[in-house]
């Protein structure tokens, strides 16, 4: 028995910091505060409303001034007489408290003289019939029965009700807010961290940025790091195979190019085009292996980002002049800038090589006759945001993929044939590239049909007028 009275501390102290212990602290506060506010209110009501009514005050220091004229005039039978047409019930006595005049009195009424108060007198709590004595002339005392109709407390058992009504709603709705703001706060700050590792930012740590003294939002903020960390270690190790591989496969393609060169030299013409097929390979996937190095390296560097403040628009036109002579027979490629000349932050690089692959998108799979126009404008949505836009009248893409087209070696079931060409990673290196500079890509079908793909570069802060 006294063991177990030692450990009931100890267990108190390693549980103080649960949620159960809180809430049921939270509770017991709520419950000691209304009953103490209920306590405190009673008894403030009571005192402010539990005494004689001064409209009934007034009515019987008004039967005293007439009692007192009718002891002047001497006449007790007339004062009797007017005593029994009073709606009260009262009566006249003399310095010996016995009546001046020959009524009966109750004996539950002369009991009561004992009792006999003043008009400033606190009530009590419950409806009785209380008398007052009134003094009047010559030693006389008018002594008045209050009736139970006008006592105060018949309405107490109400408003006793609606105080207790609206102290329980006011001391539950501010400990409601107090229970929201201390789970809202821990659990906002995990929504926050979880934003941030979907955004793949494993640096955040959970429990220093949870600062929380409630053992299970710590220990869910452990767990979460604990995921944090095995989720960035398998990423890690994915991006290592892939980049890993993408240089080992380096090597012998070069060798193997290298070995089709000189055989060339020993083979017959008649031969060469197997050969030409063989280089034809080995330069395509020369150039998957570059692009997996290049979607490794811009999400490996997405945290590490040097960009500059510069205008959208050069880079718009030379990436244009560039690609002319890529273009199908019957394609044109055509630019619509504007003359506003805001500056955002990117990377040149960057810049041009999203510029490079969206629009080279748009050759591959507009069409043969298609017209794709790059053009810049201004959007504001969370933030103001230079737009570059890549638009074409193609056959435009259905609305449930044009989000996947982002992703790493997605690619459409019209661009699965080989004569389109592609490895379905140019666009998922422009996503990298945008987030790299801190912006947004964004593909839309066009009302009037055709693709369109925006480049969205968040706009210069606090930019100086020109």
């Given at each position: 028995?006294?063991?177990?009275?030692?450990?009931?501390?100890?267990?108190?102290?390693?549980?103080?910091?649960?949620?159960?212990?809180?809430?049921?602290?939270?509770?017991?506060?709520?419950?000691?505060?209304?009953?103490?506010?209920?306590?405190?209110?009673?008894?403030?009501?009571?005192?402010?409303?539990?005494?004689?009514?001064?409209?009934?005050?007034?009515?019987?220091?008004?039967?005293?001034?007439?009692?007192?004229?009718?002891?002047?005039?001497?006449?007790?039978?007339?004062?009797?007489?007017?005593?029994?047409?009073?709606?009260?019930?009262?009566?006249?006595?003399?310095?010996?408290?016995?009546?001046?005049?020959?009524?009966?009195?109750?004996?539950?009424?002369?009991?009561?003289?004992?009792?006999?108060?003043?008009?400033?007198?606190?009530?009590?709590?419950?409806?009785?019939?209380?008398?007052?004595?009134?003094?009047?002339?010559?030693?006389?005392?008018?002594?008045?029965?209050?009736?139970?109709?006008?006592?105060?407390?018949?309405?107490?058992?109400?408003?006793?009700?609606?105080?207790?009504?609206?102290?329980?709603?006011?001391?539950?709705?501010?400990?409601s807010i107090i229970m929201a703001r201390s789970l809202q706060q821990p659990l906002g700050r995990l929504r926050e961290a979880s934003r941030r590792l979907a955004q793949g930012d494993f640096s955040v740590s959970v429990v220093s940025e949870l600062n929380s003294k409630t053992r299970e939002f710590n220990e869910l903020a452990n767990d979460f790091d604990h995921m944090t960390n095995e989720i960035h270690s398998l990423?890690?190790?994915?991006?290592?195979?892939?980049?890993?591989?993408?240089?080992?496969?380096?090597?012998?393609?070069?060798?193997?190019?290298?070995?089709?060169?000189?055989?060339?030299?020993?083979?017959?013409?008649?031969?060469?085009?197997?050969?030409?097929?063989?280089?034809?390979?080995?330069?395509?996937?020369?150039?998957?292996?570059?692009?997996?190095?290049?979607?490794?390296?811009?999400?490996?560097?997405?945290?590490?980002?040097?960009?500059?403040?510069?205008?959208?628009?050069?880079?718009?036109?030379?990436?244009?002049?560039?690609?002319?002579?890529?273009?199908?027979?019957?394609?044109?490629?055509?630019?619509?800038?504007?003359?506003?000349?805001?500056?955002?932050?990117?990377?040149?690089?960057?810049?041009?090589?999203?510029?490079?692959?969206?629009?080279?998108?748009?050759?591959?799979?507009?069409?043969?006759?298609?017209?794709?126009?790059?053009?810049?404008?201004?959007?504001?949505?969370?933030?103001?945001?230079?737009?570059?836009?890549?638009?074409?009248?193609?056959?435009?893409?259905?609305?449930?993929?044009?989000?996947?087209?982002?992703?790493?070696?997605?690619?459409?079931?019209?661009?699965?044939?080989?004569?389109?060409?592609?490895?379905?990673?140019?666009?998922?290196?422009?996503?990298?590239?945008?987030?790299?500079?801190?912006?947004?890509?964004?593909?839309?079908?066009?009302?009037?049909?055709?693709?369109?793909?925006?480049?969205?570069?968040?706009?210069?802060?606090?930019?100086?007028?020109?």
């Amino acid at each position: 028995m006294v063991s177990s009275y030692f450990r009931c501390p100890n267990f108190i102290a390693k549980r103080k910091d649960g949620l159960t212990f809180q809430l049921f602290s939270y509770l017991t506060v709520i419950l000691v505060s209304i009953l103490i506010l209920q306590g405190l209110a009673e008894k403030a009501l009571m005192k402010a409303l539990l005494k004689v009514p001064e409209t009934v005050k007034e009515e019987m220091l008004d039967l005293a001034y007439q009692a007192n004229v009718l002891i002047e005039d001497g006449d007790m039978d007339e004062l009797a007489d007017w005593g029994n047409a009073q709606d009260y019930y009262l009566f006249v006595l003399d310095k010996e408290g016995r009546p001046i005049t020959h009524r009966d009195m109750h004996p539950h009424f002369e009991f009561k003289l004992r009792f006999l108060r003043t008009l400033d007198h606190q009530l009590g709590a419950r409806v009785s019939k209380p008398i007052f004595g009134i003094p009047l002339i010559e030693g006389n005392t008018l002594v008045v029965q209050l009736p139970h109709q006008v006592h105060p407390a018949q309405n107490f058992a109400l408003y006793f009700s609606l105080i207790k009504a609206l102290i329980a709603l006011i001391i539950l709705t501010l400990f409601s807010i107090i229970m929201a703001r201390s789970l809202q706060q821990p659990l906002g700050r995990l929504r926050e961290a979880s934003r941030r590792l979907a955004q793949g930012d494993f640096s955040v740590s959970v429990v220093s940025e949870l600062n929380s003294k409630t053992r299970e939002f710590n220990e869910l903020a452990n767990d979460f790091d604990h995921m944090t960390n095995e989720i960035h270690s398998l990423a890690e190790k994915q991006r290592r195979l892939i980049r890993d591989v993408s240089h080992e496969l380096r090597t012998p393609l070069a060798r193997q190019n290298l070995a089709l060169h000189l055989l060339r030299r020993k083979i017959n013409e008649e031969s060469h085009h197997l050969l030409d097929r063989l280089e034809n390979e080995t330069e395509e996937m020369n150039n998957l292996v570059g692009e997996i190095l290049e979607f490794s390296r811009l999400e490996n560097s997405r945290y590490d980002a040097k960009l500059k403040f510069m205008h959208v628009e050069q880079y718009c036109s030379m990436q244009v002049e560039q690609m002319q002579p890529d273009l199908k027979t019957g394609q044109t490629l055509k630019t619509n800038l504007s003359t506003d000349l805001s500056e955002v932050a990117l990377d040149e690089r960057l810049v041009l090589r999203a510029l490079s692959n969206v629009i080279g998108n748009a050759i591959k799979y507009a069409g043969e006759d298609a017209n794709i126009v790059v053009l810049t404008h201004e959007i504001e949505l969370d933030k103001v945001y230079r737009v570059i836009s890549v638009e074409d009248d193609g056959p435009g893409i259905s609305e449930s993929k044009l989000v996947d087209i982002f992703d790493p070696f997605t690619r459409l079931e019209s661009a699965r044939d080989k004569q389109s060409g592609g490895y379905g990673l140019g666009l998922a290196i422009v996503k990298e590239a945008m987030l790299v500079m801190n912006g947004l890509v964004v593909a839309e079908n066009r009302t009037q049909g055709g693709l369109k793909v925006n480049l969205l570069f968040p706009m210069k802060l606090n930019k100086n007028p020109s």
